[in-house]
RNA sequence: CGGGGUGUAGCAUAGUGGUAGUGUACUCGGUUUGGGACCGAGCGGUCCGGGUUCGAUUCCCGGCACCCCGACCA
């Protein structure tokens, strides 16, 4: 797209009272608006981002055969009365309002209950089972305190799946492709290196849960890091009995604050008994389904990565999730070149976003390391005159002058 | 929820018990064009409520909002 098109503007200033790396370069660069605390909207750049981030874990999901579905937001506190969540002493992150019939219903914080009672309409069977479902869907959370931009929100959109299964043994081969299926998810995002599967606190079902913990000063979790291992141990469950479960010792174990990117817990039978999601076992036994939980907030991914990969300039984007594949941007001297290379790499399939306007080229180059698209090129009468254009890398900052021929093999 | 801090123009900031200033952005005119160009002109502002006072943006009380630390994060 044009930029001269674009309604949103960068801004020179960060906006005040706002020390977190990932709003403040966010809403500079015109990703996110901020509503109020914790409550962001996403702005055409931003929104392709994120879309970038959920196309990512579709993907993954899909692969591990989970079906998409979407459920509602609004909440009938009966459904919730049945696991005994809807006590505000239970779940203190409610937010509840009132219909215009005065009775009283809530915006959903997470989706087990609504999901495990609608699916009691489809479930009977042994046959029926495994599978897994998932949703992208907004969740709202009346946090005590938001903070971090996009990392503690209280209305935050979220990718929770979650795995019906006639046994343990059923659930844990689950279990294991939804891990796997999770590690390539922020590798593809562009975090990998610095995310650790974590031993965490498993409630009452299981001796853990995992999460997917990734190492910043931004984060607000403490976890204890096996490089060598590759995996991570949270604080809450940093005893010595544990260290010995998993192998384990002191020495090797640094200190890290991280955020915690995503989690996978096993819930057993407790939502099942609850709400009454049985089967019917070969042998004609009434059995509970093996529940898991699987989730993902992609804004708070999206802001991780921007924590992560930002320079003193501006958001360096992973090139999976950027929210344009080239910034093309034309200098003077090379305006009708530039517009001829627009239209070709448009007609390319690429994503490009031009730089077409009308203001200085430190504007221009300034705002570019800003936005953070990986692949900067640029068309001037400079490059020009030696029958070349130039190719920069958001990244590393390598400049290359590559034949107009090239520019597509030449991208990063 | 406990503690601390901050609310001044679209944004970022200064200052004052007596007509509120700067940068940037925006509008107009002109000159510019490889790292947020320059000159000139212009538009635009004290969070809300109450109190003290001749007079409050400033002082006092209350509220609301935002940020930070802590607690919390099923």
């Known amino acids: 797209m044009r930029h001269s098109e674009l309604f949103t503007k960068t801004r020179r200033e960060a906006p005040k009272g706002e020390v977190s790396k990932n709003a403040e370069l966010l809403i500079r660069a015109g990703f996110i608006n901020k509503e109020m605390a914790g409550v962001y909207s996403y702005l055409p750049l931003g929104l392709r981002v994120l879309n970038n981030v959920q196309n990512i874990i579709r993907k993954e999901m899909n692969g591990i055969g989970g079906q998409e579905l979407l459920l509602t937001t609004l909440q009938d506190p009966e459904v919730w009365k049945k696991s005994g969540r ?21 915006l959903a914080t997470t989706h087990e209950e609504p999901l495990t009672f609608a699916l009691k309409n489809h479930i009977r069977s042994h046959k029926d089972l495994p599978f897994s479902v998932y949703q992208f869907q907004t969740k709202f959370r009346n946090e005590l305190r938001a903070k971090s931009g996009l990392l503690r929100a209280r209305e935050f959109i979220m990718k929770d799946l979650y795995s019906f299964s006639k046994n343990e043994e059923e659930h844990e081969t689950f279990y294991e492709k939804a891990k796997e299926a999770y590690i390539r998810i922020f590798d593809r995002v562009g975090i ?60 090797e174990l640094t ?10 817990f096993p819930l057993g039978t407790k939502f099942s008994d609850a709400l009454g999601l049985m089967y019917k076992s070969e042998n004609g036994e009434e059995k509970p389904t093996v529940m898991g939980s699987y989730g993902i907030g992609p804004g708070r991914l999206m802001g991780t990565v921007v924590e992560i990969l930002s320079d003193e300039k501006g958001i360096v984007w992973p090139k999976n999730i950027s929210p344009f594949d ?37 504007e221009k180059f300034a705002d570019s390391d800003l936005i953070g698209i990986p692949n900067r090129i640029i068309v001037s009468e400079k490059t020009l005159a030696q029958g070349k254009i130039e190719l920069v890398d958001r990244g590393s900052g390598e400049v290359k002058m590559v034949d107009k021929a090239e520019v597509g093999s030449a991208l990063v």
């Open 86 to 106: 809807w006590d505000d002493q239970v779940v203190d992150v409610w937010f509840k309002t009132t219909l215009a019939s005065q009775s009283e219903i809530g």
């Open 326 to 362: 080239v910034h093309l941007l034309s200098l003077p001297g090379g305006i009708e070149e530039a517009e001829k290379l627009y239209e070709e790499i448009v007609a390319s399939g690429k994503e490009v976003l031009f730089d077409d306007r009308d203001v200085s080229p430190g």
């Open 192 to 251: 990998g290196e610095q995310t650790y599967f974590t031993f965490a606190s498993g409630g009452s079902f299981s001796k853990y849960s995992h999460e997917f913990q990734t190492v910043t000063s931004a984060g607000e979790d403490i976890i204890y890091v096996s490089k060598e291992k590759g995996i991570a141990i949270n604080k809450e469950v940093y005893k010595d009995e544990v260290l010995k479960d998993l192998g384990v010792s002191k020495e």
């Open 255 to 264: 200190e890290e604050k991280a955020v915690e990117v995503g989690n996978i």
